[in-house]
């Protein structure tokens, strides 16, 4: 089975300030990872996604995140914070043969002050 | 192209009401799915699909029904609606890829009283 772990309910930055939210992942075959953002009363939209490429991805809004096997992590990241980032954010995994469900964290909310 | 629709967009039942949520894509996507999302405990499957005529069960799936009798429709039925289901409800569909990008509908919120 797969999971998801993302650690903090909620992030506070300040406008300009470095953006971090962690997703750790549990996986018995090698994973697809995403993070997607869901502003206030709106869908999820895929951010960025991991899919056995490179370990670096780069993704909408200037957000990146890095695949690192060894922690089992997949961190999101923004150099400079923006007020217009206020959202949550989920990280999902899928992964192995066949048909493979997507498996979503708790999410985490990210509040950016000015 | 409008992707993943849903209606309505917000819904008040009384307890033991029965209502069906509506969910459509265009983007001939052979994967759909239904979860809900209550606070603090992310997404959560309650059933899905994987073609017409095919459904099976996710996380969560007591008090609901789905049917795929096509390609584009995967509606969600709540059968006696109880308290317990009020949260957002969001459908989503993608290509059977797991490596593809699952799209999301705006999401239908859903108050039983």
């Known amino acids: 089975a797969q999971s998801v772990t993302q650690l903090g309910s909620h992030v506070s930055v300040s406008e300009g300030a470095l953006v971090l939210l962690r997703c750790n992942y549990s996986?018995?075959?090698?994973?697809?990872l995403f993070w997607y953002v869901q502003y206030p009363n709106q869908g999820l939209q895929l951010l960025l996604k991991y899919t056995s490429a490179a370990t670096l991805v780069k993704g909408i809004n200037g957000f990146e995140a890095e695949f690192k096997k060894s922690e089992t992590s997949f961190h999101l990241t923004k150099p400079s914070a923006h007020m217009s980032d206020a959202a949550e954010y989920f990280c999902?995994?899928?992964?192995?043969?066949?048909?493979?469900?997507?498996?979503f964290g708790t999410g985490t909310r990210l509040l950016v002050s000015p | 192209n409008a992707g993943v629709t849903q209606t309505p967009k917000f819904q008040v039942l009384k307890t033991g009401q029965s209502m069906t949520l509506q969910c459509a894509q265009d983007?001939?996507?052979?994967?759909m799915s239904w979860y809900r999302q209550d606070p603090g405990m992310g997404l959560r499957l309650i059933h899905y699909s994987v073609g017409a005529g095919i459904t099976d069960q996710g996380e969560v799936p007591n008090g609901y029904n789905v049917s795929r009798s096509t390609t584009e429709d995967f509606p969600l039925r709540l059968l006696s609606a109880a308290p317990s289901q009020t949260s957002v409800y969001f459908c989503?569909?993608?290509?059977?890829?797991?490596?593809?990008?699952?799209?999301f509908g705006p999401g239908t919120r859903l108050t039983v009283l």
């Open positions: 983007m001939n996507h052979e994967y």
């Open positions: 996986s018995s075959v090698p994973p697809y």
């Open positions: 999902a995994v899928s992964g192995g043969t066949g048909f493979q469900k997507l498996v």
């Open positions: 989503a569909s993608r290509p059977l890829s797991g490596t593809d990008t699952q799209y």
